[in-house]
């Protein structure tokens, strides 16, 4: 199983620890188009303070994220784990896991990143800012910049088993699941149910599906879950007590969506 994250815009301080090592990342044939990413936004940030600013997309308020950007080779790493924060890190809560869920975390879990494309939990990084969504001097638009490099990484990463995607639609721009992998890819949507009037209705979560997510996650994971492909996922998340509804995709070469029903939204 191969679970597809979101980052957080929001990151935890880089702490003490000893400096990034760039091609000692996962998914070695990221790297030189890591590298690249990581020299652009280096030297953005290091020149003009309000043209770094504009194009991260930074408020005044988080004007200090360009000198952090600016210092990241020198800056403290620790697992990308610890870095990451916001709802569903929060709800996933790695660090409260037993051993061999989080031995099962290192090896499941991929968080999708415009500076690093992607990085495994365990792969140490620094505390950075720069979403999927920005346009570099340099590369371009980080989305369509990373599609190359991988498409050629991700097909053997994704082995042969389930890929639970659960990343935004942003950081689903850099890869997208085709072929045979796309057969055994699900995505999941979050609906809340609530009944007005004794009518049930039902309306699609934003903010909050990233907790249910990281529940979902977190569940598979303690559960020691290793579902083959979409269609045992569900029977999977319907035994850890998840209120899910799916069909089969029309065509084949086309990812399952899973619908996970709640009735509370926290």
């Not at 009037?197 to 290793?226: I, M, P, Q, Y």
Request: with cysteine; glycine share 12%; charged share 25%.
């Amino acid at each position: 199983m191969l679970v597809l994250l979101p980052p957080s815009e929001g990151k935890a301080a880089g702490g003490s620890g000893e400096p990034l090592e760039l091609d000692g990342l996962s998914l070695e044939g990221l790297h030189e188009a890591r590298a690249t990413v990581l020299d652009e936004l280096v030297s953005l940030c290091c020149g003009d303070e309000e043209k770094a600013r504009a194009v991260l997309g930074l408020s005044e308020g988080l004007r200090g994220e360009i000198a952090k950007n600016a210092g990241l080779r020198a800056a403290p790493a620790r697992p990308a784990g610890e870095i990451y924060t916001g709802v569903l890190y929060d709800a996933l809560d790695l660090a409260t896991l037993g051993a061999a869920a989080r031995k099962r975390a290192q090896r499941s879990l991929l968080v999708f990143s415009g500076l690093w494309g992607a990085v495994r939990v365990s792969d140490r990084i620094p505390s950075y800012r720069c979403s999927m969504g920005v346009k570099l001097p340099g590369p371009g638009a980080l989305g369509a910049y990373w599609r190359r490099p991988m498409a050629e990484v991700m097909p053997e990463a994704a082995g042969d088993g389930l890929v639970l995607d659960l990343r935004s639609s942003a950081y689903a721009t850099a890869w997208k699941p085709k072929g045979e992998v796309a057969d055994r890819t699900a995505t999941v949507r979050v609906l809340h149910s609530r009944i007005v009037d004794g009518v049930e209705k039902r309306s699609v979560v934003s903010h909050f599906n990233k907790a249910t997510k990281g529940r979902l996650v977190r569940d598979l994971l303690t559960a020691g879950a290793e579902p083959s492909g979409p269609e045992e996922l569900v029977e999977v998340l319907r035994g850890l007590g998840h209120v899910v509804e799916a069909e089969p995709p029309a065509k084949a070469g086309r990812a399952w969506q899973l619908d996970v029903v709640v009735t509370e939204i926290h």
